[in-house]
């Protein structure tokens, strides 16, 4: 009794056995089917019970329970504590439920109670799970999968006591200090993200390291993989889900598709592609070639995503930059360089417009991957905006620096030959870029950026001069 008279709350404990193995295809969990005069006949649940009394621990009822309903014998010290769920069934009754991981054991598991269970067998952890299943089973399962601690699961009393995904009422406690699986997504971007693809197990950071990068990877309870993004501002967020919904459509599986977007957020869902970045990887000469000739493939197939346009008037090279970017760079160009930027700047004006197309805006090695089968794919899309299509080799060109085979073979798959307005201008485009890369580098102590861009620069002189 309270102090105050009335009777304090009590509510019952039981345990739950998550009983998992490795096979071949996978992570599995056993399930049983009830059946007979029990609560949730015909759904399928863990092996589970009831504490006996106060003499006996939560560790100690699993161990028991476990060998009364599947027969297998399992020493208490491999017993895991997973997670604990507080539920509420629709009937409005309350109970605590402790979940535990066994891996090790003696023993096959087999029916042992066929009055109250009818079926028993392994089941795939990141397959959709078998149904019907007692939904408190389930949210169970869901908060072990998506590694949580600690849930709570109170169901309404029009609920149905077989898990509906509709009446779906698990919420995940958080744990208290830092989860390096997780990363660190606001809870409002995490619950963007499980509304657009449901209930994720894993939260992995895939961020660039610089830039202000907010990527993740996640996984979903019953599989799938996406990555979910937050965009540093407006402009990029409407310039990459802009691109999502008109021409990169037309990359078919050379491109994510957009699931969810959120402006408020500045968040996006897109769908994960297969391969690895090419930035970083090694390829003997001859795959090298092959590469680049996919590369300007892929390169043709973005600029004619979409019909041309005429360049807007006034021209398009942002030529006002030069001024801005000097500023901040000045104190980290050679000897000459200024002079230089300042006369490319000068004749472009002399340079005919070039019309606008569908580009990428950051067509480099690092946004391009390379899966098994030797397809490309193109990521990241927040820098899109029409443009000349040079634009898109302008970071490209870095790639093939010194190595003309290269340069030839993307020229193979890109179909053409660049005419000579497109080389002045692309001189004058890389120009500007590695100005504005420096004046970056400078202002955010990033030297690899000063370095590229000053390497960039001197190669563009080098080339005037021959």
């Avoid at 939904?135 to 949580?148: F, I, Q």
């Avoid at 897109?270 to 680049?292: I, Y």
């Avoid at 053409?416 to 485009?429: F, I, M, N, Q, S």
């Avoid at 890369?437 to 000053?454: C, N, S, T, W």
Wanted: aromatic fraction near 6%.
């Amino acid at each position: 009794m309270s102090t105050s008279g009335v009777q304090r709350h009590t509510e019952p404990v039981d345990v739950h056995l998550i009983l998992r193995r490795e096979a071949g295809g996978g992570a599995e969990v056993l399930l049983s089917r009830r059946t007979g005069a029990v609560y949730a006949a015909g759904l399928w649940h863990l092996p589970s019970g009831h504490l006996d009394g106060p003499h006996e621990d939560v560790a100690q009822a699993l161990v028991r329970e476990a060998r009364e309903e599947t027969g297998v014998v399992i020493d208490p010290g491999d017993v895991r504590a997973v997670v604990t769920v507080h539920h509420r069934s629709p009937s409005g009754h309350a109970r605590v439920g402790i979940f535990f991981e066994v891996r090790r054991w003696e023993g096959v598991p087999r029916i042992q109670e066929p009055q109250v269970c009818d079926a028993m067998d392994w089941f795939r952890l990141d397959d959709p799970l078998p149904g019907p299943m007692v939904a408190y089973c389930r949210a169970g399962l869901d908060a072990y999968r998506s590694g949580a601690r600690l849930a709570v699961h109170f169901q309404q009393p029009c609920d149905a006591i077989a898990y509906v995904p509709e009446q779906d009422r698990l919420r995940l406690i958080p744990a208290a200090g830092p989860s390096p699986e997780w990363g660190d997504p606001e809870p409002r971007v995490r619950r963007f993200a499980e509304q657009a693809v449901g209930r994720i197990a894993r939260w992995v950071d895939a961020s660039w390291v610089r830039g202000g990068s907010r990527v993740w990877r996640v996984r979903g309870t019953t599989g799938g993989t996406w990555y979910v993004k937050v965009h540093q501002n407006e402009r990029f967020h409407e310039r990459e889900v802009g691109a999502y919904r008109t021409w990169v459509l037309g990359l078919g599986a050379a491109a994510p598709r957009l699931v969810a977007a959120d402006s408020r957020l500045r968040a996006v869902v897109v769908t994960a592609v297969p391969g690895r970045p090419l930035h970083g990887s090694v390829h003997p000469p001859e795959e090298q070639m092959g590469l680049f000739r996919r590369i300007g493939a892929l390169a043709v197939a973005i600029h004619h995503s979409a019909p041309a346009q005429p360049a807007p008037a006034g021209g398009d090279v942002r030529l006002g930059e030069v001024e801005r970017h000097l500023s901040g760079a000045r104190s980290h160009l050679g000897p000459g360089d200024e002079d230089f930027l300042r006369c490319l700047a000068k004749r472009a004006d002399q340079v005919p417009a070039l019309e606008h197309v569908p580009t990428h805006g950051d067509f480099q090695l690092r946004n391009l991957l390379c899966a098994e089968d030797g397809s490309l794919a193109v990521i990241d899309f927040e820098r899109s905006e029409p443009g000349p299509a040079i634009r898109d080799l302008v970071r490209l060109s870095d790639a093939w620096n010194g190595r003309p085979d290269l340069h030839d073979a993307f020229l193979v798959g890109y179909g053409r030959k660049l005419t000579p307005a497109e080389e002045e201008r692309l001189a004058v485009e890389a120009a500007l870029d590695a100005l504005s890369g420096i004046q970056y580098g400078a202002a955010h102590g990033d030297p690899e950026l000063i370095e590229r861009g000053r390497r960039t620069l001197a190669r563009l002189r080098t080339d005037q001069h021959q």
